[in-house]
Structures are given as C-alpha cells and as structure tokens.
C-alpha cells in the first residue's frame, strides 16, 4: 500500500525566495539596487579622491602666521592649477597648504580671486597632480545621482551622496558695491558641512559638475555649475588672475510684459530698469527708470540674468544695441558698456 505525499503548493514569491535562499524576490531586487547605488558612490569617490585638496588657509599677522579658515579644492591641471570657492581665500596676504590623499602638502598662492562669482583659481608648488574631469552641469536633471567630496569640519576626503533636488537656483554675491546673481546653481541634498565650500560636486561619471560653495539650511546645499560661463571664469583667472565684465549702469528686475507689446515681440516678460546710474553709459544712452527691457545686443531678454550674461569682456567699449518698450512705444537705441571696476 503506498503512502501519499503532499506536495504544498508554492506561490512564485514562495519559489522564487526558495532560490533566493529564503529571501523575497523584492527583498533581493531592493539589495541588488542599493549594491549598484553603492557601487558608483564608492567607484566615484575613489576616482576622484586624489583629486581633492584639503585647505588650510594661514593669514600673516603681527608674530607670524595664524589659522584663518579651512575648505576644500579641487585640481584642475597636474602642474598644480586648483579650484576653490572665493569666499574661502578672500582676504588680504593670506595664503595656505594643500593636502592630498596620498600624503602629500603643498603650499599654494592664490591666482586669482572672483567674488562675483563665487570662484577663485589656487596654484600649488607641486606637480604630477591628478586632475579632476571636468562635467557640464547643462546637462544634469532633478532627482540625478550626485556625490560630494570635500573636507567638512576639518575631516579630509569626506564623501556624501544624493541627488539634484532643484536646479536654476540664483545665489547672491557680492563685491564691494557691486552685487550680482550667480545663475544656474545647483540644489542638492548631499549632506554639506563647513569645510565642504571649494569642494567636488560630481555625477555618477565622476564629471566635476559643480563646487560646493554654501550650506542653506539642512539637507540643503548650493553648488556653482561648472558650465560655459564658469569655464570662461576659470580661464580668465588662470590666465589674467581676474575677470573682466561690462558695465552699463542699471538696476532693475523683471516684470510681465503689457498684453500689447507680449503681442509685438512674443514674449511675456522683460526687465525693468528701476535706477539708473548717473553719467553711466545706460544715462548717456537715455535710458530711464521704468523702461522696459526686451532686447540687448540682439538678444531677448527676460530675466535680469539675461542682462549679466550679455556683460562679458567682448562687450566692453563696443557699442551694443538696445530695445526698450517706453509706456507704450517701442524705441531702438544703444549703449556703450565700460569695464566694471573690480
């Protein structure tokens, strides 16, 4: 007489954890998905930790040299060229050392310094350095993977990850009397601490897409882009230790356009010029308060953003073409930029 055998029915959750060594199908695809996050974060921090400077920044005074900051920067060329934030080296006489991964200190002297963008260009005495890839922040999307490495709190070669959580941001700077908006910046929730200003913002290809320059809140950071205008910044200071930028004499900010004149031009917006500076080339222009701006240099305007990107070297001294909408006409003059004084 033969026994019958119950064989229990398995459900394919059932089975499949019974190839999975007991695990859930879900539970495996989860640990597979946070092994791959790992993998690049690790893939990526290892590339590009030689590559990322620890500063310690020393300012002379009566007696010798005293501590006066720390942050991080990052290599730009093997001959010893690094990028950092200009807030962390803005000040007088200061100077500093590097450290790298593998051991070795550099003193360094600053090149260049561009408040105005929150950029400054370092030079190590040393070479056979490691640089970083340079990225093209143009490219990133919301909700990229992004790595942080920098040196928060005095801890070297500290990494962080998270994703882009905004991107067009605009921060302030500022130079003297001068103040400008940095455009494009990068919100991140990489964790950002003091000592992290100067450091690597990179993307899963370990391409240098900005440089962490500001902790806003938690869970909250701000990075420059590196993108056509800061590598047009990078050069200037690598060359000429400094960046020249026009100057027209305006201020303003933007405001919807008319339903007529949206109608005229096609577009909705423009920006208004609320003051104008006196004998600046926009009052040798006449240009006024409440003008509307649609147009400079042949280009639409509808930001005050549009206006500083048009205020580059190229424009200074050259007379340049300006639309403005006058209550309700439409007036076609031009405007002669001056350097503006740093």
Do not use: C, K
């Amino acid at each position: 007489m033969s026994s019958a055998i119950n064989i229990p029915n398995l459900r394919p959750d059932d089975e499949t954890a019974s190839q999975n060594g007991g695990r859930p199908e879900a539970e495996v695809r989860e640990a597979e998905a946070l092994d791959a996050y790992s993998r690049i974060v690790v893939e990526v921090a290892e590339r590009l930790a030689p590559s990322v400077a620890n500063l310690r920044i020393m300012r002379r005074g009566r007696g010798g040299q005293y501590p006066a900051g720390a942050g991080s920067a990052v290599v730009l060329t093997p001959d010893g060229f690094l990028l950092t934030s200009a807030h962390v080296v803005s000040g007088p006489g200061r100077r500093g050392r590097a450290s790298f991964v593998d051991g070795r200190e550099l003193s360094f002297q600053i090149v260049g310094v561009d408040r105005l963008s929150d950029l400054a260009v370092l030079r190590a005495d040393g070479d056979g350095l490691i640089p970083a890839n340079l990225g093209e922040a143009e490219h990133l999307r919301v909700g990229q993977l992004v790595v942080a490495i920098g040196n928060p709190n005095g801890f070297a070669g500290s990494v962080t990850a998270g994703v882009v959580s905004a991107l067009g941001r605009s921060l302030p700077a500022r130079a003297g009397r001068t103040m400008r908006f940095i455009d494009n910046v990068i919100q991140t929730d990489a964790a950002l601490n003091p000592g992290n200003s100067g450091g690597a913002l990179v993307d899963s290809s370990a391409g240098l897409i900005g440089i962490n320059t500001a902790v806003a809140g938690v869970g909250l950071g701000l990075a420059v882009p590196i993108n056509a205008t800061t590598r047009q910044v990078i050069g200037a200071l690598m060359r000429h230790g400094r960046v020249r930028r026009a100057y027209i004499g305006i201020a303003g900010g933007q405001r919807p356009l008319p339903p007529h004149a949206r109608a005229q031009v096609g577009r909705t917006g423009g920006v208004e010029i609320v003051e104008v500076a006196s004998d600046s080339p926009a009052d040798r222009a006449d240009l006024r308060s409440e003008d509307l701006i649609i147009e400079l240099d042949g280009q639409p305007v509808e930001r005050v953003d549009d206006v500083q990107r048009l205020m580059t070297e190229d424009a200074i001294g050259r007379s340049i073409s300006i639309r403005v909408l006058r209550g309700e006409r439409l007036l076609d003059l031009s405007v002669r930029p001056i350097e503006l004084a740093g």
